[in-house]
């Protein structure tokens, strides 16, 4: 009698471990990613500084690292964004919380991906950016200027931060961002994919929320850690379940 369990006991096991697999994706909320400056949990940090305080109830950066981030040339990748001359502050106020979000934020778990990178083992891509978060990013930068069209590599390393390589040449950022979306998606080599989704929808990622009013992006990240979920969950999880029950009943009767 027992060998003839095997089959449909079998197909219970790998139904099993599939729904498991599935509901490991909870490991995709309120995490920081493995990367140089990150806490290893998130948790409060009361001193935030600066354009960080949002994200002091619960956060994956220290106090210390959202008080570097500020600082033109930073000390926590000595990368200068004045490298095509000084950036308007109205500009530089979106790049201090664009990092602010990257260092602090424990809701960006449904996009991080491991890379093999020499300073981090994880990285986020894709994350969908709120439309107006981006347009108003690009509308704030159009006057600055700078060299490249994609900040996450090329750039000249000898002098310890970074320089515009030998043949690029500064030019405003409308001319090498010319659309919102050029800016967003091509700036880190596509971390950020704009959305078509409004602040406050539940759909998209804010970079600027009022913490007074809670962490929208918790909500967010909710949505697409489920929408994963989802998505690994087996197929006609209900038929197969009644089929299962049927062959069990068969094999008994046999």
Not at 154 to 165: F, V
Request: glycine share 4%; net charge neutral; aromatic share 12%.
């Amino acid at each position: 009698m027992a060998w003839k369990l095997m089959p449909p006991l079998l197909l219970l096991a790998w139904f099993s471990a599939s729904v498991c697999s599935a509901r490991d994706r909870t490991d995709l909320l309120n995490v920081c990613m493995d990367a140089k400056h990150h806490k290893t949990k998130p948790g409060p940090e009361d001193k935030l500084h600066g354009q960080c305080t949002p994200w002091r109830k619960n956060a994956c950066c220290s106090v210390s690292t959202s008080q570097e981030l500020h600082k033109d040339t930073s000390l926590l990748y000595n990368f200068n964004w004045d490298h095509c001359g000084k950036m308007e502050p109205a500009c530089k106020r979106h790049f201090i919380q664009d990092t602010c979000l990257y260092e602090c934020s424990p809701n960006l778990g449904p996009w991080i991906q491991q890379v093999n990178d020499s300073w981090r083992r994880e990285r986020f891509r894709n994350v969908p950016l709120c439309k107006e978060d981006c347009e108003s990013w690009w509308e704030d930068c159009c006057t600055s200027y700078t060299c490249k069209s994609d900040w996450h590599k090329g750039w000249n390393w000898t002098s310890g931060s970074n320089k515009c390589p030998a043949e690029a040449v500064c030019r405003t950022f409308e001319s090498y961002f010319p659309t919102p979306a050029a800016l967003c998606e091509g700036l880190w080599s596509h971390s950020y994919r704009v959305s078509q989704y409004s602040r406050g929808s539940g759909r998209c990622i804010q970079m600027w929320f009022e913490p007074a009013q809670g962490n929208p992006n918790e909500e967010v990240a909710r949505f697409y850690a489920l929408a994963m979920t989802s998505r690994a969950m087996p197929h006609g999880t209900g038929p197969l379940l009644l089929s299962l029950a049927l062959m069990l009943q068969l094999w008994l009767l046999d």
